[in-house]
């Protein structure tokens, strides 16, 4: 039997439009999911949401209508710690597809060197609230221990108020780090203000990685009308174009698709692609945010 989907639960955009920035060849969606499909691959009974189907075929289709080449794609928490629809994924892509997965404290060697020979390159710890319970530092910290062995990272997911209480962990732990959607900040804030300004900071100090991703998720003045122009989410843009110019070279970029939770709208897949050129303003930012960055994390030795 499959479950509902949650009450209000936005599907993916089933006819993106064709994006009119060209992405360079090599280029890297590095943060997208799949959700199930739900009949094969069950969602866990932990999740906070259950969403519609959104597998690997689709996920191929898009990468193939938007002109990526490769995925990186992460565990999303609605399968908790099950990452068989992830790892099928990965597998399925031959190649052309990495993997961030979750694990518990007490994972063993063998399940990590299977994840490993998947594809599988990091783990994500995620830290907002609404989409899982506590995460107790310590547990954290035993799975770190147990990965950088493997040479894997850490994708850290957090919301931009809780990075005071999170840093000092956050730069206790033994591998790279790569922070989800910019630190989620609060693009209302200015991007000279005190809440970035303690990011930019964090980024700089600990030599992270970052996603400039998810223009969606933050902004608030939202996407441009139906049939308007193409230069969506302009309150997010400043943000991202930031990061981008100071930290050229440890800079990722995502879709997120299938683009879990959203409230009030789903994205035109087309129009996130054309925001790229907004926050990456010339081409050697867009080979470095799109190819060699993610290359160099995901593919090394083939960048
Ligand atoms: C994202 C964002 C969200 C959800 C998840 O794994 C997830 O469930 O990542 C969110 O709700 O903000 O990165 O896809």
């Not at 360079?24 to 094969?40: I, K, L, S």
């Not at 994205?267 to 470095?288: C, H, I, M, N, S």
Request: negative net charge.
């Amino acid at each position: 039997m499959t479950e509902p989907k949650t009450p209000g639960w936005l599907d993916w955009y089933a006819h993106p439009s064709k994006p009119e920035f060209r992405l360079p060849p090599g280029t890297v969606d590095a943060h997208c999911h799949v959700f199930g499909p739900q009949a094969e691959f069950p969602f866990a009974p932990e999740r906070k949401y259950t969403p519609c189907d959104g597998g690997k075929d689709d996920l191929f289709a898009l990468r193939d209508h938007l002109g990526v080449s490769r995925n990186v794609i992460v565990q999303a928490t609605c399968h908790g710690t099950d990452n068989s629809a992830m790892v099928d994924a990965v597998r399925a892509a031959g190649g052309r597809a990495r993997g961030i997965a979750t694990v518990r404290p007490d994972v063993g060697d063998r399940e990590l060197r299977e994840l490993d020979a998947a594809g599988v390159r990091g783990v994500r710890f995620n830290f907002v609230k609404r989409l899982v319970d506590a995460a107790p530092h310590e547990a954290l910290a035993t799975i770190a221990q147990k990965i950088a062995p493997l040479g894997w990272h850490i994708v850290l997911y957090f919301e931009s108020v809780d990075l005071p209480e999170l840093a000092g962990f956050f730069g206790s732990l033994p591998t790279p780090l790569v922070v989800d959607h910019l630190g989620r900040p609060d693009v209302t804030q200015p991007v000279g203000g005190r809440e970035f300004g303690r990011f930019l900071r964090f980024v700089e100090r600990n030599d992270v990685w970052v996603k400039v991703s998810c223009p969606e998720r933050l902004t608030v003045t939202g996407p441009p009308a139906l049939g308007g122009e193409r230069h969506a989410y302009r309150d997010v843009v400043p943000f991202g174009r930031r990061v981008v110019a100071e930290f050229p070279d440890r800079v990722l970029w995502g879709s997120d698709w299938p683009h879990p939770n959203l409230l009030g709208h789903m994205p035109d897949d087309g129009l996130l692609v054309d925001y790229v050129p907004q926050v990456a303003v010339t081409a050697e930012q867009q080979r470095k945010l799109l190819v060699a960055n993610p290359a160099h994390l995901y593919w090394p030795g083939n960048d």
